[in-house]
């Protein structure tokens, strides 16, 4: 099956500073890519979809200034936390669809700890 | 708005036993359903996907079934092992699109 990656796999950064979040598509295209945060105990949470070649579109409640989205290629799309908090400490993970069925396929998943 | 709901929320079993996990839908205008299986601290591992045209998809002991007109799907999971301790969780697209939305998931512990 189609393969998804994120980098890095976990950060851990100071309150104020901004980290990003890379997510690539390796053996297929992507116009499209979504995020997703995941709290400790609670679902996946869809955050906004990355669309190559334009703005993205964030889910209602989700702060466009605060995560920045670039999918400046067909292969990659990037989330930028900025001016990080200790409640943005959270899992976030990316997907990417397939053409033809649909089928969503899941990068393993950054893990974002903020002190 | 499409709204998921898993039933139920956590479940304890023996090893042996054969479980269902329950997951409904709201808006029945879907593309697919998919169940993903999710170890603590870790990321998704897709188990099996549902084409709207279809009724069911197994894989080894694993078998989904959809039926759209109720909003509902099944995951049924034969001969329970410890191994497969995890949060099992299913996902539609979103009324009108593709994106996925979660249920709340089901979080099993098999015994030994």
């Known amino acids: 099956g189609a393969v998804v990656s994120q980098h890095p796999s976990w950060v851990i950064c100071k309150s104020g500073t901004s980290v990003k979040i890379e997510c690539r598509s390796l053996?297929?295209?992507?116009?499209?890519m979504f995020w997703y945060r995941q709290f400790p105990k609670q679902s996946l949470m869809l955050m906004a979809t990355?669309?190559?070649?334009?703005?993205?579109?964030?889910e209602q409640g989700v702060e466009k200034d605060k995560f920045l989205i670039n999918h400046a290629s067909l292969t990659l799309s990037t989330l930028t936390v900025t001016s990080a908090h200790p409640e943005d400490s959270s899992f976030y993970i990316c997907?990417?669809?397939?053409?033809?069925?649909?089928?969503?396929?899941f990068g393993p998943g950054t893990r974002l700890t903020v002190t | 708005k499409q709204e998921v709901t898993q039933i139920p929320a956590a479940l304890s079993v023996p090893e042996g036993e054969n479980l269902v996990l329950n997951c409904s839908f709201t808006?029945?205008?879907?593309?697919?359903l998919q169940w993903f299986r999710q170890d603590p601290g870790k990321g998704l591992t897709s188990l099996l996907l549902?084409?709207?045209?279809?009724r069911e998809q197994t894989s080894g002991r694993l078998n989904a079934s959809l039926d759209k007109s109720s909003g509902r799907s099944t995951l049924y999971i034969a001969a329970s092992q410890p191994g497969d301790s995890a949060t099992y969780l299913c996902?539609?697209?979103?009324?009108?699109?593709?994106?996925?939305?979660f249920g709340t998931g089901t979080r099993l512990k098999v015994l030994a």
């Open positions: 990355s669309n190559e070649g334009s703005k993205a579109t964030y």
């Open positions: 997907s990417a669809p397939a053409r033809q069925t649909y089928e969503q396929y």
């Open positions: 549902i084409q709207s045209s279809q």
């Open positions: 053996d297929f295209q992507a116009t499209t």
């Open positions: 808006d029945s205008a879907i593309y697919n």
């Open positions: 996902a539609v697209p979103g009324s009108g699109t593709y994106k996925y939305i």
